[in-house]
């Protein structure tokens, strides 16, 4: 049951961890697209990070560990 669980607890941290690099790409992507045209807003960067922390909260939180 321990190696169960040991590897379940290993399977989310390696998913968020994924989820985290994402969301830096995606913020990264954003970042450009705002230096590059003026009438971007940032508020769609926001609603965007928003979504990821409301469907994989778990990914705004991961440590590498």
Known sequence: MYM???QTSWTAA???GCLEKRRLS???ILHSR???DEDWSSEYADETLASIERFAPEAMT???S
């Open 4 to 6: 169960l669980e040991a």
């Open 14 to 16: 390696w998913i968020a």
């Open 26 to 28: 995606l913020t990264l």
């Open 34 to 36: 705002q230096e590059h």
């Open 62 to 64: 991961a440590s590498d």
